[in-house]
């Protein structure tokens, strides 16, 4: 069975500091790779999605960039953070195709930029 | 722009009671709709899911009810538990094309003992 990881599960950082964030799915190959944040009592705001090794398209003009280097392996950055990336960073992946291509999520990691 | 949105952001509901959790979505042209539940601190779960060609689907206790017309979709859990606790989104997706799902903000489900 598939399963997704993210790491660290919290993280609390100053502002202006570089930010890494992991995921990995385990179980499946070839998968799309997303990357959400979901500020407190707010809906998902999709940021990156990946189709492929080294294919990142971006949603939202912003601090934050991604990088796949590794088929199942996702990786979510920041050179310098601001207080206004604080929030709720989920991972999800999908099969690649899919005729129903359902999103499942990992478990988050919760950041807080002071 | 399109989007998808839910009437109630909290519902509370007695144990045992059926609960009824309802979303509204603006894209007719969307094939693809999914219920996810998401427990505090913890990534959203898949619950069910239902394709356009379908008009209700039923899972273990869950049921979701798709009515295209109106362009609705609802959520039913039969028998709500304490852990039934969460909140609950509904997510659409247009046909094949597109990997970008259009979230509702949620509805949050409080079990009363």
């Known amino acids: 069975s598939q399963t997704i990881h993210q790491w660290p599960a919290t993280l609390v950082q100053p502002v202006g500091s570089p930010l890494s964030l992991e995921c990995t799915v385990e179980?499946?190959?070839?998968?799309?790779l997303y990357w959400y944040r979901q500020a407190a009592g707010r809906g998902l705001q999709l940021l990156f999605y990946?189709?492929?090794?080294?294919?990142i398209s971006s949603e939202v003009p912003q601090n934050l960039s991604a990088s796949r280097p590794q088929d199942r392996q996702f990786i979510l950055s920041s050179k310098k953070l601001l207080l206004s990336d604080s929030g709720f960073y989920l991972c999800?992946?999908?099969?690649?195709?899919?005729?129903?291509?359902?999103?499942?999520f990992g478990p988050g990691t919760r950041l807080t930029v002071l | 722009g399109e989007s998808v949105g839910l009437h109630l952001p909290t519902l509370s509901v007695q144990e045992g009671d059926n609960s009824i959790i309802n979303c509204a979505y603006s894209?007719?042209?969307?094939?693809?709709f999914i219920w996810y539940k998401q427990e505090s601190g913890k990534g959203p779960q898949f619950i069910i899911d239902?394709?356009?060609?379908?008009d209700k689907r039923q899972g273990q206790r869950v049921t979701v009810l798709l009515n295209k017309t109106v362009k609705h979709l609802s959520l039913q859990i039969a028998a709500t538990q304490p852990g039934d606790s969460a909140v609950y989104f509904c997510?659409?997706?247009?046909?094949?094309?597109?990997?970008?799902?259009?979230f509702g903000t949620g509805t949050r489900l409080k079990v009363l003992a």
């Open positions: 239902i394709r356009s060609n379908m």
């Open positions: 894209n007719s042209a969307s094939d693809y």
């Open positions: 999800a992946w999908s099969v690649l195709g899919g005729a129903r291509d359902t999103q499942y």
């Open positions: 990946s189709v492929g090794i080294g294919q």
């Open positions: 179980g499946t190959s070839n998968p799309n």
């Open positions: 997510a659409e997706t247009p046909t094949s094309g597109t990997y970008k799902y259009i």
